[in-house]
């Protein structure tokens, strides 16, 4: 897999700047005592008005989508609405790592969708790298699942969650072959918001009202896991493969439980920072020796983004 780009950016570097800013996540909706739908819908919603200023650019290419793709954002948007409302309500009942930990099926899931639906190659590093890192997720998240009570129910709501956004990334996989990762990101964070905001008309949920606490951090989940993040993620998804890209949640629990115990006071055993290194060292062996070939070469990233 070729992992640089003409810009000589590393793919391996906004990897790593994605893991990190998805990481922040959980801790962001921890500090937050807004329902999570109310969260994750202005979190969508703001991470928009930061995209606005540049959507004139992109008003033919909107203008001129099908209604396939019309239908292809729609499902896509609300895989991800269900992802968002199910994975930040299993975060109030279950631990960061838990929760996390759970996050790591994505890669498996999407890896063998490609392999069922689009005859994607799986080869033996990919797979010797993904184990590699499944163990040391499965020893983060061991000594903090608990099979009865709130935890499990916590466990349940990030497993269907996990299902969700494997199912968005797959759609996404196909859709930006024939759109720009602006276009595909805005619709879809659009339809994922105002999924939430029809779940929070019909449970009564106010959409006023919160301390300037409360919005300071619906803007830092807009722009830290969302845009560094989610949108780095589909970005990155135009050249290298949705299993590659999905394989960055194995980063997650490293260090999304490190920031837990840094800003949490959860807490890290000394088995889970050494399965922190074997997940980044499984990360980097499927990316490093995943032998698949980028659908094109990408020029700079940003939010002017010219794919």
């Known amino acids: ?41 202005y979190r969508l919603y703001l991470t ?64 063998f969708g490609s392999f069922f639906l689009f005859g994607a190659k799986i080869n033996r590093p990919m797979l010797v790298g993904m184990g590699v890192a499944l163990l040391g997720s499965i020893a983060i ?14 466990d349940l709501l990030s497993l269907l969650g996990t299902v969700a956004v494997a199912v968005h990334m797959l759609i996404g996989k196909q859709l930006l072959k024939d759109m720009s990762a602006f276009v595909y990101n805005f619709c879809v964070f659009f339809m994922a918001g105002s999924l939430l905001a029809v779940y929070n008309l ?46 960055a949640v194995l980063g997650e629990p490293v260090f999304a439980s490190l920031l837990a115990w840094l800003l949490l006071k959860e807490s890290l055993t000394g088995l889970q920072l050494v399965a922190g290194v074997a997940i980044l060292g499984g990360v980097w062996i499927f990316i490093r020796y995943g032998k698949e070939t980028p659908d094109a070469e990408p020029e700079q990233i940003s939010l002017k983004e010219s794919a």
């Open 48 to 111: 928009n008005l930061l995209m606005l200023p540049f959507v004139w650019k992109y008003r033919k290419e909107i203008i001129n989508l099908t209604a396939k793709q019309w239908r292809g954002l729609l499902l896509s948007g609300t895989m991800l609405g269900l992802h968002f409302l199910l994975w930040m309500s299993s975060l109030r009942l279950t631990t960061v790592a838990s929760s996390t930990v759970i996050l790591t099926l994505e890669p498996i899931l999407v890896m």
């Open 141 to 154: 998240g061991s000594g903090d699942f608990n099979l009865s009570g709130t935890a499990l129910h916590g």
């Open 202 to 247: 019909a449970l009564g949920y106010p959409f006023t009202g919160y301390a300037p606490k409360e919005w300071g951090i619906y803007l830092l989940l807009a722009i830290v896991p969302t845009l560094f993040g989610h949108y780095l993620f589909n970005w990155l998804m135009k050249f290298i493969s949705a299993s590659a890209v999905s394989m």
């Open 1 to 41: 897999m070729n992992l640089k780009s003409k810009s000589s950016v590393s793919y391996e570097l906004l990897y790593i700047i994605g893991i990190i800013a998805i990481s922040f996540s959980s801790i962001f909706i921890r500090w937050s005592s807004a329902e999570v739908s109310v969260v994750g819908m």
